[in-house]
């Protein structure tokens, strides 16, 4: 007979299975809603209260997921510190996106087909969340910049350099945040670049080591007679 605490793991994995899909669709709605929010200036009222609507019922969404994953787990108060990505979705939805990323492995595996070797995978998932954290930290930059006094960004576009630049820890200077927020989401996105980029620029290095030592070893070894 099986044990409260291995049923509960059961069906929190067959909960997690059974969501992993519809919660990434309703990310991407999520991050579009956002956007449509923050750029859609000349967009009638009913579509940004269509948007707002669309939000709210998202994170609700994220919200029951959390709650019933939380208590499937058995961990207790320990949940929130174990989970810290899906404990940091809840307080900041727009990280949401991020959880997009393990889905198509889980679909690759659905479907049966090979998956990519470690190095490939580890830069496509990297560079994948670099780009999903990039767009939606460029939103809240903007949000928060483009009307403040004194500051210089005042476009998308604007956020945008300053995010790329911030991401590649370049900083050319030319667009800085002056609001508190602003600068908090540039350093929170600095060390989130710092780990994103080092993982592809290390996986990729490892995966040219690896492809010139294999390469060595065929050209080292005797012709076959």
């Given at each position: 007979?099986?044990?409260?605490?291995?049923?509960?793991?059961?069906?929190?994995?067959?909960?997690?299975?059974?969501?992993?899909?519809?919660?990434?669709?309703?990310?991407?709605?999520?991050?579009?809603?956002?956007?449509?929010?923050?750029?859609?200036?000349?967009?009638?009222?009913?579509?940004?209260?269509?948007?707002?609507?669309?939000?709210?019922?998202?994170?609700?969404?994220?919200?029951?997921?959390?709650?019933?994953?939380?208590?499937?787990?058995?961990?207790?108060?320990?949940?929130?510190?174990?989970?810290?990505?899906?404990?940091?979705?809840?307080?900041?939805?727009?990280?949401?996106?991020?959880?997009?990323?393990?889905?198509?492995?889980?679909?690759?595996?659905?479907?049966?087909?090979?998956?990519?070797?470690?190095?490939?995978?580890?830069?496509?998932?990297?560079?994948?969340?670099?780009?999903?954290?990039?767009?939606?930290?460029?939103?809240?930059?903007?949000?928060?910049?483009?009307?403040a006094e004194g500051s210089s960004i005042r476009t998308f576009g604007d956020a945008v350099w300053c995010v790329c630049s911030t991401l590649a820890?370049?900083?050319?200077?030319?667009?800085?945040?002056?609001t508190f927020l602003g600068r908090l989401v540039l350093v929170a996105l600095m060390g989130g670049g710092l780990a994103l980029l080092g993982a592809?620029?290390?996986?990729?290095?490892?995966?040219?080591?690896?492809?010139?030592?294999?390469?060595?070893?065929?050209?080292?070894?005797?012709?076959?007679?």
């Amino acid at each position: 007979m099986r044990t409260r605490p291995a049923l509960d793991q059961q069906r929190r994995h067959r909960w997690e299975h059974r969501t992993e899909l519809p919660l990434a669709a309703a990310s991407l709605v999520f991050l579009g809603a956002y956007a449509a929010r923050v750029l859609g200036h000349g967009l009638p009222q009913y579509v940004h209260d269509l948007c707002l609507a669309l939000l709210l019922g998202c994170w609700l969404l994220f919200r029951i997921d959390y709650a019933v994953r939380w208590r499937l787990s058995g961990e207790g108060a320990l949940f929130w510190a174990r989970h810290g990505l899906s404990t940091a979705v809840l307080l900041l939805p727009l990280l949401r996106p991020l959880r997009v990323v393990p889905v198509y492995e889980a679909i690759r595996r659905r479907q049966h087909r090979p998956r990519l070797n470690l190095y490939a995978r580890v830069m496509s998932y990297a560079g994948l969340s670099t780009a999903l954290i990039g767009f939606a930290g460029a939103l809240t930059v903007y949000t928060l910049e483009h009307s403040a006094e004194g500051s210089s960004i005042r476009t998308f576009g604007d956020a945008v350099w300053c995010v790329c630049s911030t991401l590649a820890t370049v900083g050319y200077g030319d667009a800085v945040p002056v609001t508190f927020l602003g600068r908090l989401v540039l350093v929170a996105l600095m060390g989130g670049g710092l780990a994103l980029l080092g993982a592809v620029t290390g996986s990729f290095a490892s995966w040219l080591l690896h492809a010139f030592a294999e390469e060595g070893e065929r050209a080292d070894r005797p012709p076959a007679s």
